[in-house]
């Protein structure tokens, strides 16, 4: 099972600042009412906190730091909220998808292209659960080194993008050495008062299983990425 983040947030400010008015008092009011009367239950699940690091499918140089709250669905199954950052501000960037490899197996050979392991983010110590001890730590790791990730993004605000405009966009995770921008590691880590060779140390025990084929397509040059496409050139794509 996965573990309770008690602490380790509102260090990482969210990218952008967005356009709009100031929140007016009858907003703030009814947000303050809905809070103390409406059930959350949904929400109250997503009770582990993990910081990594995605590129854009098919641009590895398009790098960007995420913050996942995640819920455990079943021992197969995860899903994740994934935000820009961890402070009161932090955007939305997406959602990640998180299955075991007994699931992976059963998935069509075309959507698992789709889908990136988490083989290296574990054992590189790329991969964190700011603020549970690191026992707790490292057996959640055991656990997620096996999984695979589907992960879509649907604000850029890496790109300084102040609304959630543009197409969404399938995402990726790092594969092998050299690969994520050292500058952004160390940004991570500062704020974070985390040294990622330690924690690479601390995983050496950590066997990653060999890789199941179909898993990070874009290696093999088979990139997947989604587009925005008028209903009418889909008409014709149709004849």
């Known amino acids: 099972m ?13 990218n ?12 703030k009011v009814l947000a303050t009412g809905a809070d103390l009367l409406q059930d959350k239950t949904p929400l109250k699940q ?26 455990q669905i079943n021992e197969d199954l995860h899903q994740a ?18 299955v075991s490899e007994k699931l992976f197996k059963t998935l069509p050979e075309e959507e698992k292209k789709l889908w990136h392991s988490h083989h290296y983010e574990v054992t590189s110590g790329e991969l964190i659960a700011p603020g549970i001890p690191d026992t707790a730590e490292t057996a959640l790791m055991e656990k997620l080194v096996t999984t695979y990730g589907k992960t879509i993004h649907t604000w850029h605000t890496d790109q300084q ?3 959630p405009v543009g197409s969404p966009m399938i995402m990726m995770g790092f594969t092998k050495g050299g690969q994520l921008q050292p500058e ?7 704020r974070f008062n985390n040294s ?30 989604l587009t925005i496409t008028h209903q009418a050139d889909s008409a014709n794509m149709k004849h």
């Open 2 to 14: 996965l573990f309770l983040a008690a602490c380790g947030g509102n260090n990482s400010p969210s």
């Open 16 to 27: 952008v600042d967005v356009p709009g008015s100031e929140k007016k008092t009858d907003s």
């Open 46 to 71: 997503f009770n582990t906190y993990l910081d990594g690091f995605h590129f854009y499918n098919g641009n590895m140089h398009a790098q960007m730091e995420a913050h996942h709250y995640v819920q």
């Open 81 to 98: 909220i994934i935000f820009d950052g961890n402070g009161a501000d932090a955007r939305i960037m997406g959602v990640e998808y998180i």
């Open 161 to 163: 993008r102040n609304l």
């Open 184 to 190: 952004l590691v160390k940004a991570r880590d500062q």
């Open 196 to 225: 990622t060779q330690e924690k690479r140390q601390k995983r050496s025990h950590i066997k990653a299983p060999p890789i199941i084929p179909g898993a990070n397509a874009w290696e093999k040059g088979e990139i997947r990425q």
